[in-house]
């Protein structure tokens, strides 16, 4: 059971527009920044959004974060075959643990 | 270019110990927290420790307290986890990624290839 809760699975069709949803609380995504992590089959992890909506340079401006109180979105345009992964959103959480909690990640399918 | 780089992931009987260890190189080591992440065959991403740029603050995950430790050494640019009294729940690929910032919770910038640890006996 994951702290951040995200829909398991997403799919869209090439060109389409796609959201991931991100649900948390007041100590993690209510108060603190979200990033977002794509993941490819078989390899690590890679940073795609942080500070809720900022992109590291080479990521493309396809990808765009969002948040609104304790919950925060993914959108994907233009969608690609390449962007067939799973996605994983991530916050701080300040509660009596101070740690970081992740989503349960959500598979992307395109269709 | 900006790396970090795990190895010592091994087959360990449930019981054992292990220490990984993580190199960095490409970017001011000390300014970055540092932390281990850990996905279980199949599974998702669950952050284990995390330790700031300083070395002075350091984050436990909870399923890991009281059994793992995380340590660095900016002079090495080097980052290690020790862990003890290993079990089966353990088993799973362990990142090392480098955080945005010097202190924890802003995101993390760049990961290992990770290193497989296996519990069994």
């Known amino acids: 059971q994951s702290v951040l809760t995200q829909p398991p699975s997403a799919s869209g069709t090439p060109g389409q527009r796609v959201t991931i949803s991100c649900s948390g609380s007041?100590?993690?995504?209510?108060?603190?920044?979200v990033s977002w992590y794509q993941q490819l089959p078989g390899t690590a992890p890679k940073l795609l959004i942080y500070?809720?909506?900022q992109r590291p340079s080479g990521v493309p401006d396809r990808f765009s974060g969002s948040k609104s109180g304790t919950s925060a979105s993914l959108a994907i345009t233009g969608l690609q075959s390449e962007d067939e992964a799973d996605y994983y959103c991530?916050?701080?959480?300040?509660?009596?643990?101070?740690?970081?909690?992740f989503g349960g990640g959500t598979k992307l399918t395109v269709l | 270019e900006v790396q970090v780089l795990e190895s010592g992931g091994n087959l360990v009987q449930p019981g054992g110990s292990l220490r990984l260890s993580c190199a960095a190189s490409?970017?001011?080591?000390?300014?970055?927290?540092m932390s281990w992440v850990r996905q279980a065959p199949g599974k998702g991403l669950e952050w284990v420790l995390g330790?700031?740029?300083?070395?002075?603050?350091?984050y436990y995950g909870d399923s890991v307290k009281g059994r793992f430790t995380i340590s660095r050494d900016n002079s090495k640019n080097m980052v290690y986890l020790q862990m003890n009294s290993l079990s089966a729940d353990d088993t799973a690929t362990y990142y090392c990624?480098?955080?945005?910032?010097?202190?924890?919770?802003?995101?993390?910038?760049?990961w290992g290839q990770g290193t497989m640890v296996t519990v069994s006996s």
């Open positions: 500070y809720d909506n």
């Open positions: 490409g970017f001011t080591f000390r300014d970055h927290a």
């Open positions: 330790i700031s740029g300083s070395g002075g603050s350091i």
């Open positions: 991530a916050a701080w959480d300040d509660s009596l643990n101070a740690n970081w909690v």
């Open positions: 007041t100590s993690n995504i209510g108060s603190n920044a």
């Open positions: 990624a480098k955080e945005v910032r010097g202190t924890a919770g802003f995101g993390f910038q760049t």
